[in-house]
């Protein structure tokens, strides 16, 4: 079973550039989330989708958007990136929000 | 919105040892609170979930416990072994059951 997958795994922008970070699940749940994790400060809730069509905003949403056009994808798009947004991202689905969260290994984010 | 405090600092302990580590929240007492593990450039890997109703759940050598009293979770490695270092985080619901607050987490290391 291939769970959460994320790609890329590593990336690197420029100050300005745009990018869209994927994120799949194989195991037909229908809530999905982006955390973002920066030292000391522990996962940040930035999106979360409790089904295909319904997104919603998490404790740190500026600066990015999200869709969920269907239950597998939940991808997560930077605007118009800045040096702030430098982190690790992961993402995490499951069957409902009050249930345990699978996640996938991440995507490391450098803007320069 | 949830304040969630874990051990600040990092824990280093002789195997065989038992790891306690806490989790304080403030504000409301939510229904539910997980405990993940995250190992370096991993995703966080779920490994209990304890609702508002139970004193305490055990799973394998682990054993978490949940005061609403105190507004406090006690996370016990026991018989610890080199292969539980790790970072461990522990998680809540916000205001709202659909967002999921995490802790900073708490890194344990197991001496041989």
């Known amino acids: 079973n291939a769970g959460v997958t994320q790609t890329p795994k590593f990336q690197v922008l420029k100050t300005g550039q745009s990018m869209t970070l994927q994120c799949a699940q194989d195991m037909n749940h229908e809530y999905m989330s982006w955390y973002r994790q920066d030292p000391g400060m522990g996962l940040r809730l930035i999106h979360y989708s409790v089904g295909a069509g319904i997104t919603d905003q998490g404790e740190v949403p500026n600066g990015y958007n999200v869709s969920r056009s269907t239950t597998e994808d939940f991808p997560l798009r930077l605007l118009s990136a800045a040096p702030s947004q430098t982190s690790v991202y992961f993402c995490?689905?499951?069957?409902?929000?009050?249930?345990?969260?699978?996640f996938g290994d991440g995507t490391r984010l450098s803007i320069l | 919105s949830q304040k969630i405090e874990q051990n600040s600092e990092a824990l280093n302990i002789q195997e065989g040892k038992t790891a306690t580590l806490t989790c304080n929240y403030t504000?409301?007492?939510?229904?539910?609170l997980q405990w993940y593990r995250q190992d370096p450039g991993r995703g966080p890997v779920f490994l209990l979930l304890?609702?508002?109703?139970?004193k305490e759940k055990r799973k394998e050598r682990l054993k978490v416990t949940f005061d609403t009293t105190l507004k406090q979770s006690l996370f016990h490695i026991t018989a610890s072994q080199p292969a539980d270092s790790a970072t461990y985080l522990c998680?809540?619901?916000?205001?709202?059951?659909?967002?999921?607050?995490f802790g900073a987490g708490t890194t344990v290391t197991v001496r041989a």
């Open positions: 504000n409301y007492s939510p229904a539910y």
């Open positions: 995490a689905s499951s069957f409902k929000s009050n249930q345990p969260q699978h």
């Open positions: 304890i609702r508002e109703n139970e």
């Open positions: 998680a809540l619901p916000a205001s709202n059951d659909y967002k999921l607050s």
